[in-house]
């Protein structure tokens, strides 16, 4: 296994990126649902088949300690796209959104260095039924059932927030045949302020088409893409070509996963043979990552993969402890790599890094002044080897009633009434053994990094109450003080 360290001549060259030489084109995918193990390059399970996102760990650096910001859908792409925590602007579940004008993303940000940004797949920041506050605020006499406003939200407040208003010049938004564009898979562009148009076919298929028609008419100038692949999140569907690469006897949902992941990662092929095709691949640096770890309904109940009781959406969180909706190592820790030609082949980098980084290290290579307002930090000094200490003294989680912090080692979780744990990460990253009673220094130490950062957040302070139902279930089901 290669080691991290690199030579200080690489170090000099990738400094000069965003200066002299051109600047990168950033690509970031972006799976929805998809748990740490569902990759063949993170080695947990063997049933896996992902040649070409596995060729991208190959060609680059897989992070074996790649965190996300929340277990859950809306805070994490808002973390992802801000680069800052989401909680320091009260966006901290999917009923918080939308995602505030005041903002700014790293398409924003990109613009202004003379990049073309493009957006494809799920969006999810815009306001929706269940951010009631905001509809509150905005929709004059709103009533609302069981929690959900069940009148259709006016496209003139909506598209306030859709991507092509916040930085994003060209979009092919939606989930499975709906989409809301300015251009089409024929590469035409359309009217600028975006069209909404049915799109036959296999939804994972139009979003990677959707992908390729956005480099073919921006290869000649720096770009950015956030594609984000409607998958392997329920609605479970798949075509016959990709369900037929899994004849194995297993559950019914996790066939369906395995095709849904196995289309995201034909995708991933079809996009890396067209940056070799225009002779940019060298120039491209490619991120891949999930919003989330897998929803598995504790139990996996296979239910039938049309039924939309089914909590199981097939992926699979092993060895981590947990899933979706928790703040332990199976909810927020995600297969991460990045693959870009001036840094090192096969890497794979142990200490914890953050989505957040994201936007940090594509501000940096586009030449931008460093922003104090973004939390994470440039990667690239750090997978160079000149800078051999962790990216991150601490990384910070809050989400419904469960908070959490993890420095380099050690890794502390208030989960409200159920109590604290405290997890040494590197020994134990499956989170086997509670150390809080052992270690208990550590414990108030770690607690009260958590306390100072909470402080800073909207609203501020650590949720000091009772579990919701859903994590009494999940608390009371993996964990033992």
């Known amino acids: 296994m290669k080691t991290t360290c690199l030579t200080l001549v690489l170090f000099l060259s990738l400094i000069q990126v965003g200066s ?282 296979d239910l039938p993969y049309n039924d939309p009781k089914g909590k199981w959406d097939g992926s699979l969180n092993d060895p981590m402890l947990g899933e979706k909706g928790m703040l332990t190592e199976g909810g927020i820790r995600v297969p991460f790599i990045i693959r870009w030609s001036k840094l090192s082949k096969g890497i794979v980098y142990n200490k914890p890094v953050s989505t957040l980084d994201i936007a940090a290290t594509a501000v940096s290579l586009a030449g931008l002044p460093k922003d104090k307002a973004l939390d994470g930090v440039n990667l690239v000094p750090f997978l160079s080897g000149k800078n051999t200490v962790s990216p991150h003294d601490y990384l910070f989680w809050r989400f419904w009633t469960q908070t959490a912090v993890r420095d380099s080692k050690w890794k502390f979780i208030n989960a409200g009434n159920k109590g604290t744990y405290l997890f040494d990460i590197d020994k134990d990253p499956e989170e086997k053994n509670n150390l809080v009673h052992k270690y208990p220094e550590i414990a108030e130490k770690l607690k009260g990094k958590l306390q100072d950062w909470a402080k800073q957040l909207v609203p501020p302070g650590i949720p000091y109450k009772n579990l919701r139902d859903q994590e009494v279930g999940w608390y009371n089901y993996y964990l033992r003080n």
């Not at 899994?246 to 996009?271: N, Q, T």
Request: glycine share 8%; net charge neutral.
């Open 20 to 301: 002299s030489q051109t600047k990168p084109n950033i690509i970031i995918i972006y799976a929805d649902d998809l748990g740490f193990a569902d990759l063949g390059s993170q080695g947990s399970v063997k049933d896996i088949k992902t040649p070409n996102i596995d060729l991208l760990a190959k060609e680059g650096i897989r992070f074996s300690a790649g965190y996300v910001t929340a277990p859950q859908c809306s805070p994490s792409r808002a973390g992802l796209l801000t680069g800052r925590y989401q909680e320091r602007f009260g966006f901290d579940e999917i009923p918080d959104g939308p995602l505030p004008l005041t903002e700014i993303t790293l398409a924003r940000r990109l613009s202004k260095a003379g990049y073309v940004t493009g957006q494809v797949g799920k969006w999810h920041l815009e306001p929706n039924p269940v951010t009631k506050n905001w509809i509150t605020k905005n929709i004059p006499n709103a009533a609302f059932s069981n929690g959900l406003y069940k009148e259709h939200i006016p496209d003139s407040l909506t598209n306030l927030y859709m991507p092509g208003s916040r930085g994003f010049q060209q979009y092919f938004t939606g989930y499975i045949n709906d989409y809301l564009v300015n251009f089409d898979l024929k590469s035409n562009l359309l009217r600028p302020s975006g069209e909404n148009i049915h799109q036959p076919g296999y939804r994972l298929d139009i979003q990677t088409d959707a992908a390729l028609q956005f480099i073919k008419r921006n290869q000649k100038q720096p770009f950015f893409l956030y594609l984000a692949y409607f998958g392997p999140h329920v609605p479970l569907e798949a075509t016959k070509k990709y369900l037929d690469r899994f004849p194995e006897k297993m559950p019914e949902r996790r066939r369906y996963a395995l095709a849904m992941i196995s289309a995201i990662d034909d995708g991933v092929g079809r996009i890396n043979e067209m940056l070799k095709q225009y002779g940019i691949d060298d120039n491209t640096m490619i991120v891949f990552a999930s919003d989330n770890g897998a929803p598995l309904g504790i139990d996996k109940e």
